[in-house]
């Protein structure tokens, strides 16, 4: 299984990005799917989740401002980020869950004036 994603980049304080994560098989094959990030020096921590049935959650942090959706037909999952800060800048990572986690390359997403 591959994931794929794309659409990070730098933009500016109070800017916007969506990446997408493009999975090679069904994500409708997956329990759920989400996004993680990891900063320099920190821990990979959980930004986004949503369930087959399309049942989301967030962190604390990003609520609000994240949004994560997916088009079940392009087998794509995406995370709508706005109102976007520094602290967001990290390497963000597409996650699938099944018996097992399946992880993509990451994306970098730097918020920086």
């Known amino acids: 299984v591959e994931l794929v994603e794309s659409g990070g980049g730098l933009v500016q304080p109070g800017g916007s990005l969506r990446l997408s994560c493009a999975a090679s098989?069904?994500?409708?094959?997956?329990?759920?799917m989400g996004w993680y990030r990891q900063a320099p020096g920190k821990q990979r921590e959980s930004v986004a989740r949503?369930?087959?049935?399309?049942?989301?959650n967030y962190a604390d942090s990003v609520k609000g401002r994240f949004t994560i959706s997916k088009d079940n037909a392009k087998n794509t999952v995406y995370l709508q980020m706005n109102s976007l800060k520094p602290e967001d800048t990290a390497v963000y990572y597409c996650?699938?869950?099944?018996?097992?986690?399946?992880w993509g390359q990451g994306t970098q997403v730097t918020v920086s004036s």
């Open positions: 996650n699938g869950r099944g018996h097992i986690d399946y």
């Open positions: 949503i369930t087959s049935a399309g049942s989301t």
């Open positions: 098989r069904s994500i409708l094959s997956f329990d759920s």
